[in-house]
């Protein structure tokens, strides 16, 4: 049995080395006294130390951390609406709705970023070339508004995939029972339903933004002039030679997005734990 799981073993090990030696790499360089990336010339904090003093970078990195917080918010409140509607629907309707869900999730980032893209230009053109353009005297562009919008659409599913398991355990007639003791409908659901569904609103709300702080494509494609994102400024900074400070950067948004993910599996595995002891408790006899 050992003689079949050592090619396997290695096999993983491989693939394990192939995906991380470079961040690895990546993040050792980044404490390089010197500014080569092959040449290993003691440890240092400088470039971490430059990098708080790059206003361009900074720049980005508030864009990125304010649209990040904003789309997350906005989509986990649209996500978790959307999700307690589809739950409240027939089988069918539902399954369907649900697989309409997933296809952002499957489709590829580009093919999204593309079609957001056009479906903007398109909108924007619409609009300046209105009546109403002329009565306001306004004049839509691709800027944050746009970025901000494609976030908030590309967020929202997996806020559903989140909130979507948590209405599963709950009781069906929970909700009724609540308004037959006299709970109005939203004080039934703030005091009844969200308590029950938290943990997995906090769940979507916490992947919304490690999708939305690691997002390049979609906002490459989106953003417009004069608004940029850490990935686009990054993207923009390695045309030209890697600086030290790229090095240091690629390391911080790095180890937010793992503690981020580490945070969510921990939370689900927390859950899934407590969930099992629950129904070995209602069941003691299975």
């Not at 404490?31 to 206003?55: I, P």
């Not at 093919?111 to 005297?137: C, H, K, R, W, Y």
């Not at 090095?247 to 407590?274: D, G, H, K, P, Y």
Request: net charge positive; charged share 15%; proline share 4%.
């Amino acid at each position: 049995m050992s003689k079949h799981r050592t090619p396997s073993r290695v096999f993983t090990a491989l693939i394990y080395l192939f995906l991380y030696a470079p961040i690895v790499l990546l993040i050792v360089f980044s404490f390089n006294a010197e500014r080569s990336n092959r040449v290993w010339g003691g440890f240092s904090l400088e470039w971490y130390g430059q990098l708080f003093q790059n206003d361009r970078l900074l720049g980005a990195l508030q864009t990125t951390v304010i649209l990040s917080v904003l789309a997350a918010v906005i989509a986990t409140i649209l996500g978790t609406a959307a999700a307690i509607g589809f739950y409240s629907m027939r089988r069918r309707a539902r399954g369907v709705c649900m697989s309409i869900n997933n296809i952002p999730l499957t489709n590829a980032d580009i093919i999204t970023g593309v079609s957001m893209m056009l479906l903007f230009v398109f909108a924007i053109g619409l609009f300046n070339d209105s009546f109403l353009s002329e009565v306001l005297g306004v004049r839509w562009r691709t800027g944050f508004g746009t970025l901000l919008l494609a976030h908030i659409t590309f967020n929202a599913p997996y806020v559903i995939l989140s909130v979507m398991p948590r209405l599963r355990q709950l009781d069906p007639n929970i909700y009724e029972a609540a308004q037959d003791l006299g709970a109005s409908g939203w004080y039934a659901f703030r005091k009844v339903i969200l308590p029950e569904i938290m943990p997995g609103v906090l769940n979507g709300l916490i992947i919304a933004f490690t999708m939305s702080i690691d997002d390049f494509v979609i906002s490459y494609f989106t953003k417009g002039s004069g608004v940029t994102t850490l990935a686009v400024e990054i993207y923009t900074a390695v045309k030209k030679p890697v600086t030290p400070e790229i090095n240091a950067l690629s390391t911080l948004m790095f180890l937010c997005v793992l503690t981020l993910l580490l945070i969510v599996n921990i939370r689900q595995a927390r859950q899934e734990t407590a969930a099992a002891r629950s129904k070995a408790k209602l069941n003691p006899g299975n």
